[in-house]
């Protein structure tokens, strides 16, 4: 079973949020940055999303900054995406995005887009974003995990993650796993 917990100031963002995940999560928690660190003990999640709740919030008094830091502190093998909120221009993106990064999170998610990370210094990758899944199954491939382990890890078929490995291969221009995990790196999808 897939477990996301969603970390956001109220209801209303928790579910905005909520309708930009892939459907593949069979449950999904949400939480206050407050109420974080006890909702990561309670639903042990597979993946925490957070959401900017004021882009213009310096990195000492964000809530979302507190609470990646948290996650991270705490479960630092779980990844962690910060999405960001509505309205936010593109260089108030930038700077999320590196913030974000920098902080310990595998990725930057626009609100109500799929992924589109950035890489440090807030630079776009080069690249055509990745879907949600190839984005997993090229995290699972930077952990060392065989095509069966991504599958089991993200309960999908091992020949569905085949297809992803293989789409995700050709957006990069990978010739196998170690090109891709390194364009992923020199492109800032990764870090």
Known sequence: MAVCLIVAP????RERVARCLDPGFDVVHGATAAEGLTAL????PDLVVVAVEDPDEGPGTAGWVAAVDAVR???????VLVVGGPGVGRDAEHRLADLALQRGARGFLRSGEGPRPFGPGGRRPATTALSRRELDVLLGMTEGLSNSEIATHLVLAED???THARRMFRKLGAGDRADAVARGFRQGILR
């Open 73 to 79: 502190a705490a479960a630092p093998e779980l990844a």
């Open 41 to 44: 003990t309670r639903e042990r």
């Open 160 to 162: 569905t993650v085949k």
């Open 10 to 13: 109220d209801v209303d963002a």
